[in-house]
């Protein structure tokens, strides 16, 4: 037996030991599952601007909306998420830098909603009605746009807006 044997067993017992210990450490420390949480912070309506709708062949008033803009790379990806409510005289206008196609998803928004693609002569072009809450399908505009104008599920049936309709805005100084 060498003079060295019982601090090499003491050694070895103690690696033993501080392995045993972090593997126990290390297996309770599991992530918790987490729950898809909505945003803890309540979005509300910013009016910052109205938007008229003109019939395609007469130019006459169709509706009129308060709108909040997103134009911003954060408010245009962003968007409706989050929100819980909102109006019939409420939606949202996508404003974009140059026409182009874009696409749009409903992930984290809770409310269903109806989009009017608009080209840069503020004409509509396509409408996607009731997008569904959550769905992260694509909708595609089809076509270049420079606008899109998010409103309430059933609003564009109810208001009459089609395709070829014309739009204007204007923004809250």
Same mark, same amino acid.
């Given at each position: 037996?060498? !003079?060295? &044997?019982?601090?090499?067993? &003491?050694?070895? /017992?103690?690696?033993?030991?501080?392995?045993?210990?972090? %593997?126990?450490? !290390?297996?309770?420390?599991?992530?918790?599952? +987490?729950?898809?949480? @909505?945003?803890?912070? @309540?979005?509300?309506? &910013?009016? @910052?601007? =109205?938007?008229?709708?003109? #019939?395609?062949? &007469?130019?006459?008033? !169709?509706?009129?909306?308060? $709108? =909040?803009?997103?134009?911003?790379?954060?408010?245009?990806?962003?968007? /409706?998420? #989050?929100?819980? =409510?909102?109006?019939?005289?409420?939606?949202?206008?996508?404003?974009?830098? =140059? @026409?182009?196609?874009?696409?749009? #998803?409903?992930?984290?928004? !809770?409310?269903?909603?109806? /989009?009017?693609?608009?080209?840069?002569?503020?004409?509509? %072009?396509?409408?996607?009605?009731?997008?569904?809450? #959550?769905?992260?399908?694509? $909708?595609?505009?089809?076509?270049?746009? +420079?606008? %899109?104008?998010?409103?309430?599920?059933?609003?564009?049936?109810? /208001?009459?807006?089609?395709?070829?309709?014309?739009?204007?805005?204007?923004?809250?100084?």
């Amino acid at each position: 037996m060498s !003079l060295f &044997s019982p601090w090499i067993n &003491s050694a070895r /017992l103690f690696v033993l030991m501080s392995f045993a210990l972090g %593997v126990i450490l !290390l297996s309770s420390c599991k992530d918790k599952p +987490q729950k898809l949480e @909505e945003s803890a912070k @309540e979005v509300s309506f &910013s009016k @910052e601007g =109205e938007l008229q709708v003109f #019939y395609r062949e &007469s130019d006459s008033l !169709l509706a009129e909306i308060a $709108i =909040e803009i997103a134009d911003s790379e954060y408010e245009t990806q962003t968007g /409706l998420m #989050y929100r819980r =409510e909102m109006k019939d005289t409420q939606g949202m206008l996508f404003i974009f830098q =140059e @026409e182009a196609y874009h696409s749009f #998803y409903m992930k984290n928004t !809770l409310i269903a909603l109806d /989009l009017l693609f608009i080209d840069a002569d503020m004409q509509v %072009v396509t409408i996607a009605k009731n997008a569904q809450p #959550y769905d992260e399908t694509g $909708i595609p505009s089809r076509v270049p746009v +420079q606008y %899109v104008l998010e409103i309430k599920a059933g609003l564009s049936d109810r /208001l009459g807006i089609s395709e070829g309709d014309r739009i204007a805005f204007q923004r809250i100084p």
